[in-house]
């Protein structure tokens, strides 16, 4: 079984660790103020779960989550992440993460600034536009009527195809948005951010996304 390393152990990072150790995954998570301090998560995930540094965590992951503000994205460290599949959850606050003009022109998109910091890595969309809480509840088994669908968007079609099993494996269907330059579709402020949708209604919410307010 893959063994998720976690770079960002807040609501989503927690909560997509819950996820795939429920699924059987292994998990390595670390956060910024150091392993010690996840001793009560790690205690709740149980023997598959490890605390770690960042580096030991992009290490140890054969696929990678990085959960982060969006500020903190130049201390991912790169080496460890090299050749693997990169999740990245962000978004945009300019309130926590002060302006950055390619993005307030839509120049760019969170993934493809992570993915210029991490050159060699294969980084793809996932988990940005579905409140923590609901990463655990909402999920439900594939064929369910009106299953909850959840958005990806990658460069690469191997991180696609991970994404796209993993959201099965925990419980939503999949809508690929495309490249990583159309993932701004599923961020902060558009039709799919935070609301409940099939993958019929996620579809037609990306397609009627503007790029700018």
């Known amino acids: 079984m893959t063994t998720l390393g976690i770079i960002g152990a807040g609501h989503i990072g927690s909560q997509v660790a819950r996820a795939a150790v429920a699924h059987g995954y292994d998990v390595v998570i670390a956060n910024s103020r150091g392993p010690e301090t996840l001793a009560d998560l790690v205690a709740e995930l149980g023997p598959r779960a490890t605390a ?103 460069d690469d079609a191997d991180a696609v195809d991970f994404v796209t099993r993993f959201y099965d494996e925990i419980g939503f269907d999949t809508v690929n948005v495309g490249p990583l330059s159309e993932s701004w579709r599923v961020e902060r402020d558009r039709p799919a951010y935070v609301v409940r949708q099939n993958a019929e209604e996620l579809a037609a919410n990306l397609a009627i996304a503007n790029r700018l307010p």
Do not use: M
């Open 52 to 154: 770690a540094t960042p580096a030991e965590a992009g290490a140890a992951g054969e696929v990678v989550v990085v959960t982060v503000p969006l500020h903190a994205l130049d201390r991912i460290p790169v080496e460890p992440l090299a050749g693997k599949i990169v999740l990245d959850t962000n978004n945009y606050y300019f309130e926590r993460d002060g302006h950055i003009e390619a993005l307030d022109r839509g120049e760019t998109t969170t993934s493809e600034l992570l993915q210029q910091h991490l050159p060699t890595s294969k980084v793809v969309k996932a988990f940005n536009h579905i409140g923590a809480a609901d990463i655990t509840t909402t999920g439900s088994p594939a064929g369910t009527p009106d299953r909850r669908a959840l958005a990806t968007a990658g």
